[in-house]
């Protein structure tokens, strides 16, 4: 995980808070391969295909968890670190699909039209304005609206959240997983809503908290309570990197390695070591216990990825481009290793890399347009190549997909004017044009 270059920067100003904090969107191969992994039961459950369903983490250390439209759940990072076993993370990827799956989104696809045009790039979703009650936040994403008509539009009824609990519950039962976890998280937010909104932690506003539901969710457990299995290995398992991954960026390094968590010779304890002395940073001890993990796991993807993340960012561009290869080689499909691999070839800066920089990020743009790391990176390697105006599409979809709509028009503008008229690159710039014409208006202060 790269903070700097796996975020989504904000498009600041759908909440009007003068002390806003922004936040962001965590783009991390590994932490969505164990989010996957994680859901996957409960999506079987649930009777939703393979690959409808992302499951995406905003970087905030408030506690929420929400659904915009019925292909994403967003959490965030506070939550799941909050969380202290898999069955509580997965109680809450449920509640989130069973509010997709009973339909709740129809009534807030009406509010969000009423509360101002969301305009879509990508998947330009009007999605993490949830993310607090009081900042200027929003994935950049492009949606625009005030801060009342937010709130309107991740209200919830208390019917909502029992249906949703009912059927998050049946889920859990159905795939063999504890339903008691439902309580410990509903337990965490217990006597929020006594406090003023502004000291409430957002879930505690989006998924109204009663006793009357904590009562039926107690119930629910007491019938279901049987089916559950033992956590299974993989899901614990994953469960555990995820967490490690999440601590080791976003905690203070001595921190972490002070908890014991992070002492002894196993593989999380290692990678929680790993990650740290990357971010004191020490590359010596970093690179070290990744030698470790990979000696464990050489044929894990993540692990020869993040070792080409912490040899990119300690400036050994070569030994960087052959950790990502070998990363791409086992997961050839995954479009942010494939990412990383083209800022590493970038950064090694010979014509045959930078021209095999650019077949890369071409693919991996095929397969996931709207991070913005990658799109800066593709442009980089058409500038590089001698071909201007396609840097100029590259450019312009960023800036689009950060919600900075007018820098988007003056590159397409460019764009159009330089490409040959019904090509893709035209093509791709006259959608952010379109996508930067109906864009709502930012306020000026």
Not at 309 to 324: C, D, P
Request: no cysteine; aromatic share 6%.
């Amino acid at each position: 995980m790269k903070l700097l270059s796996l975020v989504v920067v904000l498009w600041a100003g759908l909440l009007a808070a003068p002390t806003a904090q922004a936040a962001s969107l965590i783009r991390d191969a590994e932490i969505e391969q164990a989010l996957r992994q994680l859901a996957k039961p409960i999506l079987r459950a649930a009777g939703f295909g393979a690959g409808r369903i992302r499951i995406l983490v905003i970087n905030d250390p408030k506690l929420n968890a929400f659904v915009v439209d019925a292909n994403h759940v967003f959490i965030h990072s506070g939550l799941i670190m909050k969380l202290d076993r898999p069955e509580a993370l997965q109680s809450v990827i449920a509640h989130e699909l069973a509010h997709i799956a009973n339909g709740h989104l129809t009534r807030r696809a009406t509010n969000a039209r009423v509360a101002g045009r969301v305009t879509a790039i990508g998947m330009a979703l009007a999605a993490a304005a949830a993310v607090s009650g009081n900042g200027d936040a929003a994935v950049g994403l492009a949606a625009g609206t005030s801060s009342a008509a937010m709130r309107r539009f991740f209200s919830h009824t208390r019917a909502e959240e029992s249906s949703a609990d009912q059927s998050a519950m049946r889920y859990m039962a159905n795939a063999g997983i504890d339903p008691t976890a439902m309580i410990d998280v509903l337990q965490i937010f217990r006597g929020q809503e006594a406090l003023r909104p502004g000291r409430q932690d957002p879930y505690a506003r989006t998924h109204p908290l009663t006793q009357d539901r904590l009562r039926a969710v107690k119930g629910y457990v007491a019938g279901y309570k049987s089916r559950a299995k033992p956590t299974s290995p993989e899901a614990g398992y994953w469960y555990a990197r995820m967490s490690a991954k999440l601590n080791g960026f976003l905690r203070n390094p001595r921190y972490v390695l002070r908890r014991s968590e992070s002492k002894g010779n196993g593989e999380i304890a290692v990678l929680r070591r790993a990650i740290a002395y990357h971010k004191t940073p020490n590359l010596k001890k970093a690179t070290a216990e990744m030698n470790r993990l990979l000696k464990m796991r050489p044929r894990d993807p993540y692990y020869h990825e993040l070792m080409g993340q912490i040899l990119m960012e300690g400036r050994q561009f070569n030994a960087a481009v052959a950790s990502y290869k070998k990363a791409a080689a086992l997961a050839p499909r995954e479009p942010l290793i494939e990412a990383g691999l083209g800022r590493a070839l970038l950064a090694q800066g010979s014509s045959g890399a930078v021209q095999q920089a650019l077949k890369i990020l071409i693919r991996a743009r095929s397969r996931d347009p709207n991070d913005p790391q990658m799109l800066r990176s593709l442009a980089l390697a058409h500038a590089k190549n001698g071909q201007n105006a396609m840097a100029s599409v590259a450019t312009a979809e960023r800036y689009a997909v950060l919600g900075r709509f007018d820098d988007a028009k003056i590159h397409a503008t460019r764009a159009v004017g330089a490409l040959p008229r019904g090509s893709s690159g035209w093509l791709r710039a006259q959608d952010v044009l379109a996508a930067a014409q109906s864009a709502p208006k930012r306020k000026r202060k």
